[in-house]
């Protein structure tokens, strides 16, 4: 079966400094990975998503991902965090097990905190 | 364009008794749709999901059921709710063609069962 593990539950960054939120991916096959974060209350929102080509992917506020094949991993990072960027984040993998919907399984999330 | 909604936003029942969370998908056809649990303000845990009415496949062994009575609609239900069951419940849906796969969340529903 597909998983990502996430090994930080908190990641702590000063405003205007790089940021990196890290994922590590278990899978069989290529892998179709993915950023997600959240708000407080609020559902998650997509980020980026990496299925084939480049390994660096760019998507949403800034944040891009670096996908590394031979460490398995897809790190999450930002050069410039902003006070904003506070929230919950969540690595996912697609399991191809399912061939006819997109069962996609969540890390344990991190929690970024940007100080001013 | 797609939107989701999900109610109630909060809910707080007593243990045993039923629960109906509904959710609705608008602006396309044959969604895929998923039921999460999120426990504590952390990881999420696949509930249930489906490819199309009537089908519903179970992730994992617990006290809730799912029923998808019209193609954009997905209800999350229990006949006697468990103090375990408390938690952020969020719908989503993804597009039937994988090539674009991206999950759309609801905006969450917080039960507490006392």
């Known amino acids: 079966a597909q998983s990502v593990a996430q090994p930080e539950d908190q990641v702590n960054v000063a405003e205007g400094n790089p940021l990196t939120v890290k994922c590590t991916y278990s899978?069989?096959?290529?892998?179709?990975l993915f950023w997600y974060v959240q708000y407080p209350n609020r559902g998650l929102q997509f980020l980026l998503k990496y299925i084939t080509g480049d390994n660096l992917v760019k998507g949403s506020y800034g944040f891009e991902a670096e996908f590394n094949k031979s460490q398995t991993s897809f790190h999450l990072k930002k050069p410039s965090a902003l006070v904003s960027d506070s929230a919950l984040y969540f690595c996912a993998v697609r399991d191809l097990g399912y061939s006819s919907a997109s069962k996609i399984i969540f890390g344990s999330g991190t929690r970024l905190s940007i100080r001013p | 364009s797609q939107t989701i909604h999900q109610w109630p936003a909060t809910l707080v029942q007593p243990v045993g008794s039923p629960l109906s969370l509904e959710c609705t998908v608008e602006g396309t056809s044959n969604p895929n749709l998923y039921w999460y649990r999120q426990a504590a303000g952390r990881g999420l845990q696949l509930l249930f999901y489906s490819v199309g009415i009537g089908q519903i496949s179970s992730e994992v062994p617990q006290n809730l059921s799912a029923s998808r009575p019209q193609d954009r609609q997905f209800i999350l239900s229990s006949k006697k709710l468990l103090l375990s069951d408390s938690g952020f419940y969020l719908c989503?849906?993804?597009?039937?063609?994988?090539?674009?796969?991206?999950?759309?969340f609801g905006s969450g529903t917080q039960l507490s069962v006392l």
């Open positions: 989503a849906w993804s597009p039937p063609d994988r090539r674009n796969e991206k999950l759309f």
């Open positions: 899978v069989s096959g290529n892998p179709y």
